[in-house]
């Protein structure tokens, strides 16, 4: 079989330098192109030192139809447009955006405050958590990416949401590298800004990820409760870990909420349950694919702690995950487990 | 009025180093000795390169009688005896340990795993969260500096208690800088260990500031719920942010939370309310002895966050605002609000 | 005496930012005001939570005559117009721009790429580096404050250039933290880029504080020889160290250099020179007004280290310094030594 | 051909887990035993959470004579033990401690303080600075792996040194991320102590890498001028940047100096010379094998910049690049470039 012939659409933020940085390696794939505006013309390894040595293109003069899949790391809005454009090229596009992920488009805009531009594929897109997806991206033109924060959130819930062991409020505790904010140069990311500093923001219900995470939730169980989720920045590049609150229904402890876990994800390559007392952190997953739940009961209450890379499975290697699911190649190549 | 003789004794760790700082430029107190049983003979600035130059002495040594007040940064037991000993000598003591924050032998054995070396004294002890205890630090001969975790925790919950608006289980998850474990080199505080990385730690109901900080919680409203309390490592030398969860009673929204806490804090020289819509972070706090609170409504839960410095209103700064208090000085000399 | 009224233009870069704390605590000052052209009327702890609740006022609205002293923390050639304007209306001036600290206005051309915009003040302008420079302060209207790696070097250098020791090319390699490089965000200061990384920049003989180091290595001796300086980026927010190579001419080691430097310092409140084996760090100097000398032989060579704060002895601070021996004030009130 | 057969002796120090790593994904090698005396009987990931789960024993009971080659990262003289066992059993050896980088049993004394423990190999070990070392590695039993200061600095120097343009003292200004300073947590590690901290160490003519530096340098040219060396601790995890200063002899500019540059190593897989007005930084190496150099000419005087990853190309990359010679294997094979 030939190579996978791959387009990256704005690969000089975070997510396309860690998408260039991925495929460059994977040996199905062969990079068609690589976009980007500001930097056409020029080489990747001029946006970033550890780059490959890529020759960046003008969106308008990619050539779109070349590739079997586009990855698209644009703006939210202006990616739904190149994804419509791409699909009716036939090629298949994995979106990294916020476009295609809120199924209700009345939804997308009281989030974002803007009409959908495709609304038309928002039903077929395919929600790419990649550990439950799997029926469905072989056939998938169109693969929705989820948010780094919901893909720690929701691989921690799952299991317990599915046997329906939730009994009220939910609380989900999350914090973020810096990368998670994007590459454009902003106050609040300049380093002395950030350094020493640790700060909470959008806490409560007032995150764009929040309607993501429930209406997955609502998914896997129709009663989920409600979401409180807490958002903060942490002083350092890459890494996430949220740390989730469940009231539990019924009675639990490590043990059995242990093997709950383990039977579900013990097959999984790229989640890992630990065993009771064990608790993960950002080194457990950083520049992996990996993600790692820890699992503490304390009263009635379940802690559930789960860590990723945000850039990693929380974006760019979860992308390349269900790239590989799409295209029929076996599920860990290319990527660390 | 002549100036007020304090010693320090165990000066050379994180909570001492400040300690000698902060009483260095306070312009009624004069320092009669610090010590130090590893550096005794050395300078204090032979410790840390910023500290001041004071001479240290092995406890043994130091002319405890001299001072008016001392204060302990020792390990939890060693304290408990040195306080007892001040004490007979008509020393007044600010105990920054562990060993009289707990009223209950019992609960100190459970925790500590050990016999209370001076249970007689337990009673005595006023709790020394400072803007709570005012009417108790003039005579007393005995203050228990609150620890750094149940300060950010318990500043926060007050107001909601007192009032009764608790409805179920609290949930506090908070992130510490590393001076909040100590001085002495181990595996987990290591550089390479920490920088690049955010690690949970003693979640649940594990760790050893939850009796304290439900033991206060019960002193303000004997139906008070039950504590979740996650404490998280962060990749910072110094600094406090805590999370705070709780289902309310009642109907509220922030504009009555924030009505209710600025009545309880707005004269509070070093409590200040964010109004609603701003959240504090370590930028707020680090190298002063504030404790700043945010207050979001969302849904039936109150999310409070209050950050503080761990060394200064965590440590030192809040065990000088209470000598302060003790000795009948104004409550912010010295101090940074 | 009444208080000395003073004006901050430009309060909300971190200079600024700097002066304002400094000076907010300074008690032979009262604040006249503080502009900014882009947070006119705010507050400047709406820039910076740790920031004292000063009102914003734009420049062209600020009471420029009622001051007796304007510290001017604008961009160069912006700093030159208005340090005129000060001037002509009888107010002294401290600039903490590079406007004045090349007494040669073809050399300033050459550098900066125009034409100065004041030329006629280059020759009264008083180089304040405050150690040096008490003579000129008292009668001078216009102060010039020295660049914060110019402070560092030329501190260290200063003894040995003196009395003739240079013997060929003298190079510093000199360390920075991340606020030298301003508060506007760029690509450069964003903390995803400075984290984990360290990068020399501008190195050899092409960074614009070389010309004000070696006009003033001149005004020591004018057989200064030549000087290599090469910045580095660090991952710090504040702090330099500069790390300087003289070949020596004539026969020197370790307890000679020392007893040459504390001549010259030892009386010095702001200027500590350690002994022999001992070597300076940033946490020697950060939030102080000092600088710290470290002495190594090597050969024939001198291996001079010398760590500031770049915004406190490096910027803010020495300002201050300058300010207080321009009023006739104790130097040290207000500033850590 | 079958997988070779490799030992590491002393895997959970910073250089035993990155050797785990590289070693683990290496696809001609198979880790016979991994062994550590603290941790015998656990697994690697139990030491650190991103390493491979291999087991640990203890080093008398490791198989030593099943393997082809062990990496020695012991202390230095230790390690000369261990060595010569596995060479009378027929077992390659790369030693990454220092005890086979000095040619001269009398220079070790001096500078280790204690008689060399095996001072009969001392002759037979190759110097492994791969890229000069290559004609010697395919018979090589024993192998000495180069101090990661002197691999950064080497590389730099070689070019100009052996044409002999070197004309006085070169100076060496050095920089390193903590894990240089190996795993054990002593003080001057501790996060709180580094971390927003600088610090020179060692500087002059006194750290143990200059030795080994000058003594190589005159195989290149036995009229190498004098070093002066400075070495400097980062706050970063891992990472080293040396910024070198060589008085030139003859007429060099930038275009002349990448010539001569390029001319040695523009077909090596792992030296990277930057083209004249680029520099490298850490961003540029960290988690690579590769060593990148900036040639500045300033005046008379070479300003070479050269980074590495202290881990990578300065010690367990290198170590695997010198595996890869020793046995025949593409020299890239298992490492990233």
Known sequence: MGKISVGIVGATGYTGLELARILGGHPAVSIAFATSESYAGRCLSAVHPAAPSLPLVALEGAPLAEADVVFLCL????SALVAAEALAMGVRVVDLSADFRLKDAAVYRAWYGLEHP????LQEAAYG???FARPHLPAARLVTNPGCYPTSILLALQPLLAVGAANGTIIADSKSGVSGAGRTPKQETHFVEVADNFSPYSIGRSHRHLPEIEQQMRCWNPDSPQLIFSPHL???PRGILSTIYMPLKGSWNESRLYDLYQEQYQSEPFVQVLEPGKLPS???VNYT????IGLVVAGETAVLTAAIDNLGKGAAGQAVQNMNVMFGIEEIVGLIG
């Open 75 to 78: 703006p939210h809005a202006e």
């Open 118 to 121: 495709a609304p038309d594929l």
């Open 129 to 131: 958590l990649t550990e």
């Open 234 to 236: 942490l002083p350092v």
């Open 282 to 284: 950002l080194a457990h």
């Open 289 to 292: 694919n990996k993600c790692v």
